[in-house]
């Protein structure tokens, strides 16, 4: 093989390379900027409104809304799952403003624990706040921050203590 050969070869492997470099790092740009943001301020809804009808079944489970809606509407979420965080996130604030706030609809919610290790401590995190009336405020405590911050006891006095309960 000649040298100019050679040299052809290899600049074609650079430009390949930095294209190949180029490509990935804007990539990564893009998948950073358009990444939902887990930050807890960031995903904070400010809370169940205040002004929603709170109560439990018969069978245990929390809602909102007029007990006597013509529609019940039950979600079976795990508090580890990412995609229930995402529906918490975005489309339960609407089914909330449209749908439970005009007494159409009651909005049940069925804690289950399947996912992943964080998932039975995180059910039992917020059936414990359940006890204490303040279900809505640690289930939001810790759909804002999973993935954030690791489910342990420790992370769960605090959400418990920001909340108002008695971790005691």
């Known amino acids: 093989m000649t040298k100019k050969k ?5 600049s074609k492997a650079l430009l ?14 893009l998948v950073l900027v358009n990444r939902p943001s ?7 809804q400010e809370g169940v409104a205040p002004d ?6 018969e069978t245990g489970s929390p809602y909102l809304g007029d007990p ?14 990412h995609n229930c965080k995402a529906f918490f996130e975005t489309v339960e604030p609407q089914v909330l403003a ?5 007494g159409r609809v009651r909005l049940e919610i069925y804690t289950v624990a399947f996912v992943n290790q964080a998932s039975l401590p995180g059910a039992e995190a917020v059936y414990c706040a359940l006890d204490q009336g303040k279900y809505w405020e640690m289930r939001e405590q810790l759909y804002v921050n999973q993935g954030v911050v690791a489910f342990s006891r420790a992370n769960f006095i605090k959400f418990a203590e ?3 309960m008695d971790v005691k």
């Open 98 to 102: 449209d749908y439970v706030a005009s």
């Open 68 to 81: 006597n809606a013509p529609v019940t509407m039950l979600i079976y979420e795990d508090l580890g799952c």
């Open 162 to 164: 920001k909340v108002g």
């Open 52 to 57: 929603l009808n709170r109560g439990v079944t």
């Open 38 to 44: 887990t930050s807890p301020a960031a995903a904070t």
């Open 6 to 10: 050679k040299q052809d070869q290899t």
């Open 16 to 29: 390949i390379g930095i294209i190949s470099v180029v490509a990935m790092a804007v990539v990564a740009v």
